[in-house]
């Protein structure tokens, strides 16, 4: 084991170069406790689910939610990374951990898989995994996946997503800190995506891939009677529409909605079953940092609503809610469940458009909330978290579930 004392993280900009083994604990046990736990405790022998995309953002919201409130049991999937000589493991890695040992103490069976989650190869190994270990069933799948690239398991094209607007170029405000932590606001301007541009984006980020699992597994028998699965989205606010839901993102997103609507026809004939996208409120996560705005508008949003701005976890344990049916599923006119209403409401949106439209580098610490926002980013990576020592040195060596130390 190699003991480091990480007392700052190295960065550039929203990209972190360390992660803090104990910082990203913390932050999975916090995320646990945040769990409202069920009105009735649920059997050891729970719900068998798949979460793609296990380790980050609403995917790790989805695992930690569905562990404690749903009582599933199943498996994980992600792509992280370890430590090496020279560099702490992925956040990821640490938070995949420590998810495995609240998961253990919770007397939950669940597994991690560490992998390509668009390769053939781990679609094999799961399908393994849920007969050898699960009876040969799934009833439930969590499809939540931010890549920047796919290679197709068919024809071994990569293909690569982009962020860019579409049809002329977008001029945007943004949010950035310097290296000490100074604020600043700018504007930036993307230009327009080509066509190819669009296509690749989609490749990566629509539905291709999820409905490739869905087949995957109904091919060999392997989805449950009623078996359900939900791809997360985000549709966001008109401030930000430009460069995200009228962008490439965007069009990734209508084709995952296309998607659910294709797959929701096929599982109800197949086996009795439901498929939708899961329309999500706005958060701070690894993803949305990268996107030219989202760091401004989440800020802002902060500042309006304050405390009463809806987490992840929260959010999530109300898609397994209606998933599992402790409460009806609410759908929109386009078939979706929308998690996203606190955020949209013409109140908030009100608000925070006219603090956007009012934010200069000088005034920008009275209109967002700085502080929770900074914070968010360091915690994505294990820093900022309370109640950790940073001065201690702590084990980067951290291994996976299921190996030995």
């Known amino acids: 084991m190699t003991d480091r004392v990480i007392d700052r993280p190295r960065s550039r900009g929203f990209l972190?170069?360390?992660?803090?083994?104990?910082?990203?604990?913390?932050?999975?046990?916090?995320?646990?406790?945040?769990?409202?736990?069920?009105?009735?405790?649920?059997?050891?022998?729970?719900?068998?689910?798949?979460?793609?995309?296990?380790?980050?953002?609403?995917?790790?919201?989805?695992?930690?939610?569905?562990?404690?409130?749903?009582?599933?049991?199943?498996?994980?999937?992600?792509?992280?990374?370890?430590?090496?000589?020279?560099?702490?493991?992925?956040?990821?890695?640490?938070?995949?951990?420590?998810?495995a040992e609240l998961a253990r103490a919770a007397g939950r069976d669940f597994v991690f898989l560490n992998g390509d989650a668009f390769s053939d190869a781990l679609k094999d190994q799961v399908a393994e995994v849920l007969?050898?270990?699960?009876?040969?069933?799934?009833?439930?799948?969590?499809?939540?996946?931010?890549?920047?690239?796919?290679?197709?398991?068919?024809?071994?094209?990569?293909?690569?997503?982009?962020?860019?607007?579409?049809?002329?170029?977008?001029?945007?405000?943004?949010?950035?800190?310097?290296?000490?932590?100074?604020p600043e606001v700018k504007e930036v301007e993307t230009a327009p995506a080509a066509e190819d541009d669009i296509a690749q984006t989609v490749a990566v980020m629509g539905g291709a891939d999820w409905e490739r699992w869905i087949e995957h597994l109904a091919d060999r028998g392997l989805l449950a009677d009623g078996f359900a699965t939900a791809a997360l989205s985000y549709i966001g606010s008109s401030l930000t529409e430009a460069i995200y839901r009228k962008g490439?993102?965007?069009?990734?997103?209508?084709h995952l909605?296309?998607?659910?609507?294709?797959?929701?026809?096929?599982?109800?004939?197949?086996?009795?079953?439901?498929?939708?996208?899961?329309?999500?409120?706005?958060?701070?996560?690894?993803?949305?940092?990268?996107?030219?705005?989202?760091?401004?508008?989440?800020?802002?949003?902060?500042?309006?609503?304050?405390?009463?701005?809806?987490?992840?976890?929260?959010?999530?344990?109300d898609l397994w809610d209606q998933l599992t049916g402790v409460r009806p599923l609410a759908l929109d006119g386009e078939g979706r469940i929308r998690l996203d209403t606190w955020e949209l409401?013409?109140?908030?949106?009100a608000a925070v458009g006219e603090r956007w439209r009012a934010a200069t580098t000088r005034n920008i610490g009275q209109l967002a909330d700085l502080d929770w926002f900074h914070g968010e980013v360091h915690r994505l990576y294990g820093f900022a978290v309370p109640g950790v020592d940073y001065a201690a040195p702590v084990a980067t060596e951290v291994p996976w579930p299921g190996q030995p130390a």
């Not at 490439?248 to 209508?254: E, N, P, S, V």
């Not at 096929?266 to 706005?282: D, F, K, M, W, Y």
């Open 345 to 349: 409401t013409d109140e908030v949106q």
């Open 248 to 254: 490439t993102i965007g069009a990734a997103k209508a």
């Open 257 to 317: 909605e296309a998607t659910a609507r294709t797959l929701d026809k096929r599982l109800s004939e197949l086996v009795g079953g439901r498929a939708v996208t899961s329309v999500n409120g706005a958060a701070v996560t690894q993803s949305s940092t990268a996107i030219p705005g989202i760091a401004l508008y989440v800020g802002l949003l902060r500042g309006v609503l304050g405390a009463q701005m809806v987490p992840p976890t929260a959010q999530l344990s």
């Open 131 to 182: 007969v050898e270990r699960f009876g040969g069933r799934l009833d439930y799948l969590i499809y939540s996946v931010a890549a920047p690239r796919r290679t197709d398991p068919e024809t071994g094209t990569t293909y690569a997503s982009v962020l860019r607007p579409i049809g002329a170029a977008s001029r945007t405000r943004t949010l950035a800190f310097d290296d000490a932590g100074a």
């Open 16 to 99: 972190f170069l360390d992660s803090h083994p104990a910082g990203c604990r913390q932050l999975v046990s916090d995320m646990w406790e945040a769990v409202a736990a069920p009105t009735v405790s649920p059997p050891a022998d729970g719900p068998v689910a798949l979460v793609i995309g296990s380790s980050a953002g609403y995917g790790l919201a989805a695992t930690l939610a569905g562990l404690k409130r749903a009582g599933i049991r199943g498996i994980g999937v992600c792509f992280e990374k370890p430590a090496t000589a020279r560099r702490t493991a992925t956040a990821g890695w640490y938070r995949t951990a420590a998810t």
